[in-house]
């Protein structure tokens, strides 16, 4: 299977920065590729929602609320996504979460697809 590992959340006053980080790697040599990667967020009482998504051939989406504020990239070299985040709010504030999926290889040569969630990071932003 394919498991992210996140790092990069804390706690950080208004106005401030934080970068994300999600790295993927296969467990027990799995070979795959990422179609497809993006960041998610949850604050209490809400529902999860994108923050951003990035494809395989670089095209960026974003949330309205965070156009201009935040920036993914991807760094397919190193299998990790980034999630560059300037001018943080309070309502920023929330579990973020990186979501990524694409195939995994067999041994026979086929692929099947994949779907992998991270374990989630705090983003705390004071006011």
């Known amino acids: 299977q394919v498991q992210l590992v996140e790092s990069g959340g804390g706690l950080v006053q208004a106005g401030g920065t934080l970068r994300l980080s999600c790295t993927a790697s296969?467990?027990?040599?799995?070979?795959?590729?990422?179609?497809?990667v993006g960041w998610y967020r949850q604050a209490p009482g809400k529902q999860r929602e994108m923050v951003a998504i990035?494809?395989?051939?670089?095209?960026?989406n974003y949330a309205d609320s965070v156009k201009g504020r935040f920036t993914i990239s991807r760094d397919n070299a190193k299998n990790t996504v980034y999630l560059q985040m300037n001018s943080l709010k309070p309502e920023d504030t929330a579990v973020y979460y990186c979501?990524?999926?694409?195939?995994?290889?067999?041994?026979?040569?086929?692929?099947?697809?994949?779907?992998?969630w991270g374990q989630g990071t705090q983003v705390t932003v004071s006011s």
């Open positions: 979501y990524a999926d694409g195939l995994v290889r067999r041994s026979s040569g086929s692929q099947i697809p994949f779907g992998s």
């Open positions: 296969g467990t027990s040599g799995t070979i795959f590729t990422i179609n497809a």
């Open positions: 990035v494809t395989s051939g670089a095209t960026t």
